[in-house]
């Protein structure tokens, strides 16, 4: 019986272990085709991330519209806006596996939320956005795709 309780005990000590380690998520601002009902969405989905919220940037982004395939935002100095985004909960051992599926020329950096709050997001390196459209206007990637397509 004792050697029963100890299987037992053991068992519930690794799989609480588990599931702590599994559970350990970092908040991802997304902007683009990976936010609700869009094309890249799947790629969030596949590694079991989780919707958390709508929200704004802090007024200080742009947005450029690459061949309107997907954005790029930027934090700015000067002439920036408030930008959509979608604030998701990913496992934190697959940030790498949802950058590297991105296209080329977006990467991960902070981004200020209106409420103050930091997190991780989706930006666009700065030759990326060079000659684009500039969709700020538009306060958001949804917005743009609305109105273009």
Same mark, same amino acid.
């Given at each position: 019986m004792t050697l029963f309780l100890l299987t037992q005990w053991l068992f519930i000590l690794i799989m609480s272990t588990v599931n702590v380690l599994s559970m350990e998520t970092i908040h991802l601002a997304v902007n683009g085709t990976l936010m609700r009902g869009l094309e890249l969405n799947i790629n969030? &989905?596949?590694?079991?991330?989780?919707?958390?919220?709508?929200?704004?940037?802090?007024?200080?982004?742009?947005?450029?519209?690459?061949?309107?395939?997907?954005?790029?935002?930027?934090?700015?100095?000067?002439?920036?806006?408030?930008?959509?985004?979608?604030?998701?909960?990913?496992?934190?051992?697959?940030?790498?596996?949802?950058?590297? &599926?991105?296209?080329?020329?977006?990467?991960?950096?902070?981004?200020?939320?209106?409420?103050?709050?930091e997190v991780l997001g989706v930006l666009g390196e700065a030759i990326l956005c060079e000659g684009r459209r500039d969709i700020t206007q538009w306060g958001g990637w949804r917005n743009y795709i609305n109105q273009v397509r």
């Amino acid at each position: 019986m004792t050697l029963f309780l100890l299987t037992q005990w053991l068992f519930i000590l690794i799989m609480s272990t588990v599931n702590v380690l599994s559970m350990e998520t970092i908040h991802l601002a997304v902007n683009g085709t990976l936010m609700r009902g869009l094309e890249l969405n799947i790629n969030l &989905q596949s590694v079991g991330a989780t919707f958390v919220r709508e929200t704004k940037t802090e007024p200080t982004y742009r947005l450029w519209s690459i061949g309107d395939r997907y954005p790029a935002m930027m934090r700015v100095a000067t002439g920036g806006d408030a930008i959509a985004v979608e604030v998701w909960a990913i496992p934190i051992n697959s940030l790498s596996k949802i950058l590297l &599926q991105e296209p080329s020329g977006l990467c991960i950096g902070k981004v200020c939320l209106c409420d103050g709050e930091e997190v991780l997001g989706v930006l666009g390196e700065a030759i990326l956005c060079e000659g684009r459209r500039d969709i700020t206007q538009w306060g958001g990637w949804r917005n743009y795709i609305n109105q273009v397509r």
